[in-house]
């Protein structure tokens, strides 16, 4: 044996890649100071390294623990037969380059060392490249930098997992904040899905926010026409119809396309290869106008003539004006009742479309102005009148694709606290698919994802990516999973129950950045994704203090055990627990009681807006 204050023990047992050792005696347990740097001893998740040669194997302890001593020994070993469980990892070379596996095992009696900072800088490097993004500190020694390959990070997805109060956001917020740095990144691009509008206060100097209720940032639209047929039917009142309706529906669409396109001709579409699902502007309201007069309206001869607008049975006002209506304001044309007989006999519609109750819904979706943002989207709609049928939208996709993934700003932050609930997952699979296909056909080019990758953070996944929903959103996400990396979009996921995500996603991110995680079956779940034999690692997480996080993956050489570095209080999440207690009196419990004012919380919540207006708005 040697006075070397590194060594831990020997070797004992040899399992695969599972080495049992037991401590030597004179290896007490606490703080041990090396070269003035100080080193816990046999911590789990910690890194030991067993001299082979001129090569050095490097393990993770994953158990630690005491066997009794015959009772003829216990003057020799006091402390009882001290034992540690490593699960070997790698190995660096005489050289120094560390590979992940091992060519060579140890035997019975090899040293056993703990691993110091000159270690671990082999076994995690000191990258210097612009691939690598500092995320953190390595938990162990402050002097290293906890890195992350931002090629893999990217490419192969990502997952942040970790309980509400476990600095998941913060954790977030930190990492985008390195990815669009724009010295080290000038071209980054990044897509946030927030549900609950929680990231503009941290990311606000270098993100655009889109709202669908925006009063002061811009606006988020989605243009109805952008979305494919089916998208558009599930929308709609009209996805209950039955396939002949639906086919009957289709043909309108590419009808009213057709005559869009006839109007103003678009690069790319021509009349011979356009299809339903073709992404050319036409109105939605209209459509439903003329559906309105083809089913619900009332004629002055029998349905098996040839009915016409001439012969429609409008009202008509004191004047003789008729009341045909008015398309974008959805107002119908008045039709007088039908009759059973008399000289003046008034017959029903003579239409075989059984719809009539889709289209008077559709009339009272079209008025909500909930859904504004999807079937009134602004310089993107189509705004046609009695006497303009063929109007078109002031901006094709290129400008809404330049508003979202083009601005000046890396960052684009999608507020989707706005949107109603019932289309929440519809809402971000469009979006999702409108992504993804605009870089799958751009992938060639200077905008295109294959030139300048896309990273998509789906904030609180769980939401809409439920293993026991199914929605339209899962859909959309296991396409950018299974396929983003060959066109350059990415996808992190970001959750605090990892067992609700739908498994095929999770178990594609080749990253995972766990923080605590207090659920057994939370931690199960991504054990038996991310086990790699890093149990260790993975016992630690109903442990880990706030902003302590485990990273395994592609991302990373081996999996180490960070502490994420903080952004300024000002610059994150509105995320944090309302204080109960406030040490300043100002909220919470402890403070005086205030004239309280519901009218105000009412104007808020009717107003969707939680913004406190100046005493001039209140007051008027």
Excluded at 79 to 103: D, I, K, M, P
Excluded at 228 to 254: C, I, Q
Excluded at 272 to 291: K, M
Aim: glycine share 8%; proline share 6%.
């Amino acid at each position: 044996m040697t006075s070397d204050p590194t060594l831990l023990g020997t070797v004992q047992d040899v399992q695969g890649s599972t080495v049992k050792v037991f401590l030597d005696e004179r290896t007490v347990g606490g703080l041990v100071f090396i070269d003035g740097h100080g080193y816990r001893i046999g911590q789990i998740g910690s890194f030991v390294r067993i001299p082979i040669g001129f090569n050095n194997l490097y393990g993770v302890i994953s158990l630690v623990g005491v066997a009794e001593v015959p009772e003829a020994m216990a003057d020799d070993q006091p402390h009882g037969n001290r034992w540690v469980t490593v699960q070997l990892v790698g190995e660096a070379h005489a050289s120094g380059e560390f590979q992940r596996g091992v060519f060579e095992y140890p035997t019975i009696g090899d040293e056993v060392h703990l691993v110091t900072n000159e270690d671990l800088g082999i076994i995690y490097g000191r990258p210097d490249e612009l691939k690598f993004v500092r995320v953190g500190d390595v938990v162990s020694t402050s002097a290293l930098p906890a890195m992350v390959d931002i090629d893999h990070l990217i490419n192969r997805h990502s997952a942040v997992v970790g309980t509400t109060g476990s600095g998941k956001s913060t954790t977030v917020a930190s990492l985008l904040n390195a990815l669009s740095d724009i010295e080290q990144y000038p071209s980054s691009r990044i897509i946030i899905f927030d549900i609950h509008g929680e990231y503009q206060s941290a990311l606000r100097d270098r993100a655009s926010v889109f709202r669908v209720d925006d009063r002061e940032e811009n606006r988020l639209f989605v243009p109805y026409w952008a979305l494919t047929f089916e998208e558009l039917l599930k929308m709609t009142p009209f996805s209950a119809v039955n396939d002949v309706e639906r086919a009957v529906l289709a043909e309108r669409v590419t009808e009213l396309k057709l005559e869009s396109l006839r109007c103003q001709p678009r690069l790319g579409v021509t009349p011979e290869n356009i299809t339903v699902d073709t992404p050319v502007p036409f109105s939605f309201h209209r459509l439903w106008y003329e559906l309105y007069r083809d089913v619900l309206s009332t004629h002055t001869v029998a349905p098996s003539a040839n009915q016409t607008s001439e012969t429609e049975a409008i009202e008509c006002s004191e004047d003789g004006t008729p009341f045909v209506g008015d398309i974008m304001d959805v107002v119908p044309p008045r039709y007088h009742s039908t009759t059973s007989g008399g000289e003046n006999r008034v017959y029903r519609s003579g239409s075989s479309l059984n719809i009539r109750r889709q289209i008077i819904a559709t009339q009272s979706l079209l008025k909500d102005p909930r859904y504004d943002f999807i079937f009134r989207p602004g310089d993107w709609c189509p705004r046609p009148d009695h006497d303009r049928l063929d109007a078109q939208p002031c901006s094709d996709l290129d400008i809404l694709l330049e508003n979202w993934i083009g601005s000046k700003h890396p960052i684009s932050i999608f507020d989707l606290s706005g949107v109603p609930a019932s289309i929440l997952s519809e809402i971000i699979a469009v979006v999702v698919r409108i992504l993804f296909d605009s870089l799958f056909w751009g992938r060639e080019l200077s905008e295109g994802g294959r030139s300048r990758p896309l990273l998509c953070v789906f904030e609180e996944a769980h939401a809409y990516l439920n293993r026991d929903d199914g929605g339209p959103a899962i859909a959309a996400i296991r396409r950018v999973i299974k396929e983003g990396r060959k066109y350059g979009l990415g996808a992190m996921i970001v959750s605090q129950r990892p067992s609700e995500i739908d498994p095929t996603i999770l178990s594609q991110c080749g990253t995972l950045f766990a923080l605590r995680l207090a659920n057994s079956v939370d931690r199960s779940h991504v054990t038996a994704t991310y086990s790699d034999n890093f149990e260790g690692f993975f016992g630690l997480l109903p442990t880990l203090r706030t902003g302590e996080m485990i990273i395994v993956g592609e991302s990373v050489r081996l999996p180490l055990r960070a502490i994420v570095d903080l952004p300024p209080p000002a610059k994150r999440p509105n995320s944090n627990d309302p204080r109960v207690y406030d040490p300043d009196a100002t909220k919470g419990w402890n403070r005086l009681r205030d004239v309280e004012d519901y009218s105000k919380l009412i104007r808020n919540w009717r107003g969707e807006t939680s913004k406190i207006e100046s005493a001039e708005t209140t007051d008027g």
